[in-house]
């Protein structure tokens, strides 16, 4: 007979009487359920123990009209909304904010440089091969670098008349990849070469673009070597896309952190890993933005952020001393059948453009040209700047009263339900979607209920 606490030997009887052991059927199906209910509260369980996904079907409401409405359908506007009026709000600023008193949004616009001077810096580590967040057979490297190349397109398309350069940091070294420079092709270039050599590299068969540890110091140095000699009417700006939790510096970091904020050169950081210290304080002592992304998309839209120009701080405006009259030269075009030597590639290439005082030939604009010093650009350029001086004005929430009959005026689209957001100009009282709305402020950058 097995006693109380005891534990059967491998000799006891395998088949012991009915009146030898006592079973509760009861204890043992209330811990089973107490077991399951367990797992399925548990929200690192695995897939086959969670609840059956029912792929949005309880975000669906009947209406009494036998419509449905899609919960989910109505975040996406909300959040999509959001992200609009967040962009828009950097566009102005509250200059009575210090002394306590609320001025209207729209009566002061903040000062913002067109021309910007921009290094993009990629951390080239060990911690940018690890997998990526959506694709295990992905690495982060390729899915930084592709969101990199739409950043470029999107920074050039947005600031003609700025330029960009490209740094990455590994084994404890930076190392400019391109210097500043407004042709999006040969950053294009540098990045795809790059972008190879991640699909190439391997634990046994490692490249020498990745590996070892990054060193934000030298980074911070190598930016400020370039970008202090630039005058101060131009915007001085570094863009850190980090992948690791340390750093590997030679000097004392913070020196080199005052080195920029005397210079007034903003440095933004954006962590892959998770929030570190010395990040956010570089962001903070420079003037700029910390960002630690959720996933590839929210990665993606911090990464976009940077391509419209930021508000100039108080500080900065006030040590700007900026000249009457910045010179500018629209260059004639020559006709491509003519062959000539030009200054931007040394070659004799067809084509190209002609400085108006110089004489001499370059393949692209916007470019300083090198003989003479005169900044060449074109009409369409300063008209894509122009906008970030003049924004369109932020639409407001319109109320949605009961019988109304709205219509998107942009594209037509029916407004009346409850699942869709309804916003209106408050210049010309006309009606948008969401959609309308964010193709409005972030690409058109024009009214056309206003026009």
Request: with cysteine.
């Amino acid at each position: 007979m097995i006693q109380p606490h005891e534990v059967p030997s491998a000799s006891s009887s395998s088949q012991p009487h009915d009146a030898d052991v006592m079973v509760d059927e009861d204890h043992d199906n209330e811990n089973e359920l107490t077991t399951y209910n367990a797992h399925k509260n548990d929200a690192n369980t695995y897939r086959w123990e969670q609840r059956y996904d029912t792929g949005g079907v309880d975000a669906l409401e009947e209406q009494p009209i036998g419509d449905f409405m899609n919960r989910i359908m109505l975040e996406k506007e909300l959040s999509k909304r959001e992200r609009v009026v967040k962009r828009h709000q950097l566009m102005y600023w509250n200059a009575g904010a210090s002394a306590g008193k609320a001025l209207p949004q729209e009566k002061t616009i903040i000062k913002k440089g067109i021309i910007r001077f921009l290094y993009l810096v990629i951390d080239c580590s060990n911690g940018i091969m690890l997998p990526s967040n959506h694709d295990e057979k992905t690495s982060r490297a390729q899915s930084v670098i592709s969101t990199a190349k739409e950043f470029i397109k999107e920074y050039f398309d947005q600031n003609p008349l700025s330029q960009l350069g490209l740094i990455t940091t590994k084994n404890g070294v930076a190392k400019v990849l391109k210097e500043l420079t407004g042709n999006v092709k040969l950053l294009i270039a540098e990045l795809k070469k790059l972008f190879d050599d991640a699909n190439r590299h391997s634990s046994s068969h490692p490249t020498r673009s990745f590996g070892g540890d990054p060193s934000l110091q030298n980074v911070l140095t190598l930016s400020y070597d370039s970008l202090h000699q630039i005058p101060n009417y131009g915007s001085k700006e570094v863009v850190i896309i980090y992948c690791s939790l340390s750093t590997c510096d030679p000097d004392n970091i913070f020196d080199t952190m005052k080195l920029l904020r005397d210079k007034n050169i903003r440095a933004s950081v954006i962590s892959l890993d998770a929030e570190v210290y010395i990040c956010k304080q570089i962001a903070k002592q420079t003037q700029g933005t910390y960002n630690v992304p959720l996933d590839d998309e929210s990665f993606k839209e911090m990464l976009m952020a940077h391509a419209a120009p930021p508000p100039t701080t108080t500080t900065y405006a006030q040590k700007i001393v900026a000249p009457p009259a910045m010179r500018m030269g629209f260059p004639q075009r020559r006709a491509h059948t003519l062959y000539s030597m030009c200054l931007c590639h040394k070659k004799i290439t067809p084509g190209g453009y002609i400085c108006p005082r110089c004489k001499s030939k370059y393949c692209d604009l916007p470019v300083e040209c090198a003989t003479c010093g005169l900044m060449l650009v074109s009409s369409p350029h300063l008209a894509r700047s122009y906008h970030h001086l003049f924004p369109v004005q932020q639409f407001v929430d319109y109320e949605k009263k009961e019988g109304d009959q709205l219509f998107c005026y942009g594209c037509q689209k029916h407004l009346s339900t409850e699942a869709h957001i309804a916003v209106q100009c408050p210049s010309c009282t006309h009606i948008f979607c969401v959609e309308c709305d964010a193709f409005i402020h972030e690409s058109l950058h024009n009214c056309p209920g206003c026009n």
